[in-house]
């Protein structure tokens, strides 16, 4: 499966924003869906992952309360809602696919996924 990341752009904090990931290919309601964020020199962070049906969500702490990820499986599209922003969200932000044949967990590690799509930059102003 092929990703491509947008929506991202300059908000101030407290503002919104939302995220858009749309993938190519066969399949995509196999997929689990992530979104990871990554600032220079740091690796890259779990935000937010979601299942195939979209039944089981994981979030990391920082942004628990404030994003939402959603997917639309006819669509092959996954988003994150991205609420209450903090100058501390700034970073590129990218989505990632894995199939999971085993587990029904929402991997929450970058070497879960072996998909990745490009970077979106997200700069939030203080």
């Known amino acids: 499966v092929q990703l491509q990341a947008s929506g991202g752009g300059l908000v101030q904090a407290g503002g919104s924003l939302k995220l858009s990931c749309t993938a190519s290919?066969?399949?995509?309601?196999?997929?689990?869906m992530g979104w990871f964020r990554q600032v220079p020199a740091k690796e890259r962070e779990f935000v937010a992952g979601?299942?195939?049906?979209?039944?089981?969500?994981r979030y990391e702490d920082s942004v628990k309360d404030r994003f939402i990820i959603s997917r639309d499986n006819d669509k092959k599209m996954v988003y994150l809602q991205m609420n209450s922003l903090k100058p501390e969200d700034t970073a590129n932000y990218y989505c990632?696919?894995?199939?999971?044949?085993?587990?029904?967990?929402?991997?929450?590690?970058?070497?879960?996924?072996?998909?990745w799509g490009q970077g979106t930059l997200v700069t939030v102003s203080s």
């Open positions: 290919g066969h399949s995509y309601n196999r997929y689990f």
């Open positions: 979601i299942s195939r049906s979209g039944s089981r969500i």
């Open positions: 990632a696919a894995v199939q999971r044949i085993l587990s029904a967990e929402v991997p929450t590690t970058e070497s879960d996924y072996n998909n």
